[in-house]
């Protein structure tokens, strides 16, 4: 059984932040919003602390592997589920994002089964970004503001291209890894003697 490390214990700490989120949103207790909002705040802070701890201490494991995406997706799955439930974002906005996570990654899985891995993009970076921005905002103001509904159009817009992205990503990088795997095999065939007469 794997240790564990410093990374896994954010992201466990990250899944244990959940239903606090939940709980914190819909309770209606006073200050809710504000709690919400700074436990999905410190949730993603976990989110980007753990990735950053693993790569520099090389302690990346088969269970920061799995469950990181999972806590990712649970964070932003309950927190969206619980603000439509609110009336403070659309359900189709909910639906897209959610959407997108789940496509991308059944994509970066079927990736993995081949042996391939494909690294976050940029477009994924910003995605994120704009989707803790857009939580946080729902979070504390609600829609109806000019600039929260500009944000909430941005973070769908941006969700959408970097899901894109990832696609041809996946499709660019596996087509790559058949061909050295081509490669390799006819190469080693070249290296074979050919068989006497």
Not at 85 to 111: C, H, K, P, Q
Not at 134 to 140: K, T
Not at 162 to 188: C, L, N, Q
Request: net charge positive; charged share 20%; hydrophobic share 55%.
């Amino acid at each position: 059984m794997e240790q564990l490390n410093l990374p896994n214990a954010l992201t466990v700490l990250r899944i244990l932040l959940v239903p606090v989120l939940v709980v914190a949103l819909l309770q209606g207790t006073k200050h809710g919003d504000l709690l919400a909002a700074g436990v999905f705040c410190l949730a993603s802070f976990t989110d980007l602390l753990d990735g950053r701890i693993a790569r520099s201490r090389g302690s990346i494991t088969t269970f920061g592997q799995l469950m990181d995406p999972v806590a990712d997706k649970l964070l932003v799955l309950a927190a969206l589920i619980s603000l439509v439930s609110l009336g403070r974002v659309a359900a189709w906005v909910a639906m897209v994002i959610i959407a997108r996570e789940f496509a991308v990654t059944a994509l970066r899985a079927g990736a993995g089964a081949q042996g391939v891995v494909v690294p976050a993009q940029q477009w994924g970076k910003w995605k994120t970004a704009l989707q803790v921005a857009m939580v946080v905002a729902l979070i504390l103001v609600g829609s109806g503001e000019l600039w929260v509904d500009l944000l909430v159009y941005l973070t769908v817009t941006v969700t959408l291209i970097s899901g894109v992205d990832v696609f041809f990503g996946v499709r660019r990088t596996v087509e790559e890894a058949r061909r050295k795997r081509e490669e390799r095999i006819a190469a080693k065939a070249g290296d074979e003697p050919a068989p006497k007469a």
